[in-house]
């Protein structure tokens, strides 16, 4: 079991950076990959970033990509990500998510939200114009 605990977001202007921490507990080992997608109504999740504890690996998803910047902090399994030039388009909520499937990103699934297994409660952006 993984429990994943979010925090940041909340009202942004257009042009600002956003930053959203993500904070896994309940696993021992670090072999696991992480993850945020976002979420707005009607759509299905997609993806945002990724980070893998197995490689150090970050992955950024094509609609942030050049704006986006996901990092390891100095707490133990602690994942941060922030994205840049903010556009009203980055509105959404934001949901970390984990699996311990060791292939996700090799394997090229990982953009595939239903390939996760553990995610966070979600937190709001909302990028004003």
């Known amino acids: 079991q993984v429990q994943l605990a979010e925090s940041g977001g909340g009202l942004l202007q257009t042009g600002g950076s956003l930053r959203l921490s993500c904070a896994a507990s309940?696993?021992?080992?670090?072999?696991?990959?992480m993850a945020w997608f976002r979420q707005v109504p009607g759509a299905d999740r997609e993806f945002v970033a990724g980070?893998?504890?197995?490689?150090?690996?970050?992955y950024c998803g094509d609609s942030v990509e050049g704006r986006c910047t996901v990092s390891r902090g100095s707490a133990e399994n602690t994942v941060y990500l922030e994205i840049s030039n903010l556009k009203p388009e980055d509105t959404a909520v934001y949901y970390c998510?984990?699996?311990?499937?060791?292939?996700?990103?090799?394997?090229?699934?990982?953009?595939?939200?239903?390939?996760?297994?553990?995610w966070g409660q979600g937190t709001q952006v909302t990028v004003s114009s």
């Open positions: 998510a984990a699996d311990t499937q060791t292939t996700l990103f090799s394997s090229g699934h990982y953009s595939d939200y239903t390939g996760w297994t553990y």
């Open positions: 309940g696993r021992t080992s670090s072999d696991y990959h």
């Open positions: 980070f893998s504890w197995l490689t150090f690996l970050t």
